[in-house]
């Protein structure tokens, strides 16, 4: 008879290592989709930002809505919200993309830890499952088998 007592140490290992692998994927898959859903990049205030006739918005201080005046265009309304609202908000299309994907990128480092774990948690319990099913169909067959002989 063969000893199989390294081979089940062996086999949860892999399964605990692929069980972190998957989380560790699926938490970074899921946090970036997260943040990319938290900070679209909205392409009218992009077309509002490269518009001719939306000059005088750009030469206004960011976050300066209580001396604004809202513009007649409506290229450089969603432009004139987007500045008005934020006291750093950019005045080019360049910068604007650099400060989206800098909010990204900053939420993305703060969620991504509690995401894997969570992540690591449900993966967890599947496989708990998984093993205790397994235990017990192999439990209830043998059983089985013994009654019928």
């Not at 949860?12 to 994927?25: D, E, G, H, T």
């Not at 859903?37 to 809505?65: F, N, Q, W």
Request: proline share 3%; glycine share 6%.
């Amino acid at each position: 008879m063969y000893s199989t007592r390294g081979q089940n140490r062996r086999r949860w290992w892999v399964v605990f290592v692929q069980a972190a692998v998957l989380s560790v994927m699926l938490a970074i898959g899921t946090t970036w989709a997260g943040s990319t859903y938290d900070h679209p990049m909205d392409r009218s205030i992009v077309t509002g930002m490269k518009a001719p006739e939306c000059a005088e918005v750009r030469v206004m201080r960011a976050g300066s809505l209580l001396l604004a005046r809202q513009p007649d265009s409506d290229v450089c309304r969603s432009f004139f919200l987007y500045r008005t609202t934020f006291p750093d908000a950019a005045n080019d299309p360049h910068a604007y993309m650099a400060s989206v994907m800098e909010d990204r990128i900053g939420e993305f480092r703060q969620l991504v830890g509690y995401v894997c774990l969570l992540w690591l948690a449900v993966a967890g319990v599947v496989i708990g499952v998984v093993y205790t099913v397994r235990f017990g169909y192999r439990r209830y067959w043998c059983c089985a088998q013994r009654q019928n002989d």
